[in-house]
């Protein structure tokens, strides 16, 4: 079993459509969470970090859930310029050892 | 551009030649990380330097990988007697050991493909 495992996609979508990904993790020590978002063929770029108590950014809204080791993101009134693949990101010590998760792609259609 | 540099961009060789790449964190940055990714993947860390000390290793890298950052400011990626598995995009990023110590910024890969 993968350390953190995401929804298989891909997600294709209209436009304005609301769209939820989800994330597992099987490290209970895990100290931090984060989505980073990745164009085709580009670098990863951080999204957003993941906080206990939920966070939202815009249209975007995080959640975490330590018990059942689940993280969540919702985009809502999706884009075209949303599509994108979205990784689930652990971080079990503080500022090292970052596990990626194999990623959630997203197309938002016209 | 003050963000991460990384070189070259693409890289093809052939199966047993040593290749090396670099990488040019943020300037301020004392982290620096060291990711492979395949298609269909997200990165899988290969390594991980504070300043010139290399913390961490994956059990990814092999012992045909070596990573070095001398002076704490921009690192190196080598490895010995290429295999097609090799072949991926390897990235590099770097993040702060102040304020958002936990965001990382990646440069743009170096691409290998290994004939």
């Known amino acids: 079993r993968k350390e953190v495992e995401q929804d298989p996609g891909p997600f294709n979508v209209p436009e304005g459509a609301t769209v939820a990904f989800n994330c597992t993790y099987s490290n209970s020590a895990s100290q931090s969470f984060f989505w980073y978002r990745q164009d085709c063929r580009k670098e990863p770029k951080l999204l957003m970090s993941?906080?206990?108590s939920g966070n939202e950014d815009g249209r975007f809204t995080a959640q975490l859930n330590r018990a059942s080791q689940y993280i969540s993101l919702l985009i809502r009134d999706s884009k075209l310029s949303d599509s994108a693949t979205y990784l689930c990101?652990?971080?079990?010590?503080?500022?090292?050892?970052?596990?990626f998760g194999p990623g959630t792609r997203l197309s938002v259609l016209p | 551009d003050t963000g991460v540099s990384q070189d070259p961009r693409h890289k093809i060789t052939k199966r047993g030649q040593n290749v090396t790449f670099r990488c040019d964190p943020i300037?301020?940055?004392?982290?620096l990380y060291w990711y492979r990714q395949t298609l269909g993947q997200g990165p899988e860390f290969l390594t991980y330097?504070?300043?010139?000390?290399?913390?961490?290793k994956s059990r990814l890298l092999s012992d045909r990988f070596s990573a070095e950052r001398p002076k704490g400011s921009f690192s190196t990626l080598e490895i010995q007697r290429t295999e097609q598995g090799d072949s991926a995009m390897y990235l590099c990023?770097?993040?702060?050991?102040?304020?958002?110590?936990?965001?990382?910024?990646f440069g743009p890969g170096t691409r290998l493909l290994v004939l």
């Open positions: 300037s301020e940055h004392n982290r």
């Open positions: 993941v906080y206990s």
């Open positions: 990023a770097s993040s702060p050991t102040s304020g958002r110590a936990e965001t990382q910024y």
């Open positions: 330097f504070q300043n010139e000390a290399q913390l961490e």
């Open positions: 990101v652990v971080n079990h010590h503080y500022g090292q050892n970052f596990v």
